[in-house]
C-alpha cells in the first residue's frame, strides 16, 4: 500500500488528537502533511515537532506569532486565518484529509478539498448536515472517497461494504441515550453543565457531548446519514443502545441484518478511515461477551429530548432547515456552556430560530453561509431578548 499523506484539520481536538495515536501505530502507512488546530498552540506546537508536518495552521491570529516562533528553526510552513484554512488542504501532496473541526467551520475546507480531488474523511457532520445535497454532489462530480468516522456511519459503511444500495430497506443509528437517560424534563430543568459533560461511554469533546445528552448529536447524525447513504428520512430509524457495543444496523428488504460492533473506541473508526480499504491489526483492547451478557434496546423519548424531533423535523422539511437548526444548536450549547441558558432551553432557543428564519426552498451554497450567519445572530438576540432559560 502506498503510504498515504494525511491533513488532520482539528489535530488538538479529541478525534484530532486520537488521529495521531493512530498514525503512531502506522507510521509505515499514514504520514502527516498538514496539522491545523483553532487555538490551541502549545499543543499544535508539540504535535508538530513530534511529526514534521509541511505545513501547520493556527486559527486564530492570537497564537501565530508563537507557534511561528518555536517551529522558525524548521522547514515548516506556519499559517493563519480561514482563508489560509482553504489554501492549505489544496496542498498537491495531500491524499487525504480528516476533517475534525468542531461546527458549520468545516464546510468551507472540506469543499475545497473535494474540489482538488482529495478523499474526505469525515468527523465534521456539520458539513453535511448544512449542505449534504451540494457536498454530495462534488463528491461524485470530482470522484472522491467520503469515509465517515462517527462511530455509528463508520458502522453502516463497513456493513453496506459489498452491498447493493437497493437492498437497503432500513438503517438503525444506535445511541447510548447520553448521561440523562430515562430523566424527565422536570428533572432536566435543573441539570448542569458539569452533570452534561459525563458522558457514560464515550471520550468526546464538549461540544459533541452536550449534543450527545440532548440528543441532538443522534439528530444531526440521522441528517448526516440520509446524505451519505442515499437515503429517505423514513428509512433512518433511531434506538437507544446503553451499552454503545453495537454502534449501528443495516436491515436489507429480505429482513436480514448487518450489526457493526465493538468497544467504544473512537481510534476503531478513525484508524478505518486512515487505513481504508485496508483493515489492520491493532493492539486495541478487544471485546468480551461475558463482560456484557445483556444487550439492551428502548425507543428514544422525542417528547423529553426534543432535538432529535426537530432535527428530523428540518430534515423532512429540507431546503435550509438543517442549516439553521445547526447554526441555532451551535448558539445554544455554547450558551449552556457559559450558564446563559439552561438545559432544556436549548431546544427552546433551536426551535424559535427555526420559527423566525424564512425558509430557502433551494439553497445555493453561498445562501447556506449566509443562513447560518444569519441564524447564529437571531439566535443571540433571541437569547437577550426574552430571556430563553
Known sequence: MKKKNIAILGSTGSIGTQALDVVRAFPEMLEVTVLTASSNADLLIAQALEF????????HA??????????????????????????VVQRPEIDLVLNAIVGSAGLRPTVA???QGKDIALANKETLVVAGQLIMDLVKQHNVAMLPVDSEHSAIFQCLLGEEQQAIEKIYLTASGGPFRGKDRAFLTGVTKQQALKHPNWVMGAKITIDSASLMNKGLEVIEAKWLFDLSVEQIDVIVHPQSIIHSIVQFRDGSMKAQMGLPDMKLPIQNALTYPQREANEFERFNFLNYPTFTFEQPDVQTFRNLQLAYDALRDGGDRACVLNAANEIAVAAFLEDKISFIGMSDLIEATLCQQKKIDEPSLEDLLAVDQQSRIVARDLIDKIQIK
Open 113 to 115: 478539498a473535494i474540489k
Open 62 to 87: 492570537e497564537g501565530y506569532q508563537k507557534v511561528k516562533h518555536a517551529l522558525g528553526h524548521l522547514d515548516i510552513v506556519v499559517l493563519c486565518g480561514e482563508d489560509a484554512l482553504q489554501e
Open 52 to 59: 514534521r508536518p509541511a505545513a501547520v495552521l493556527i486559527l
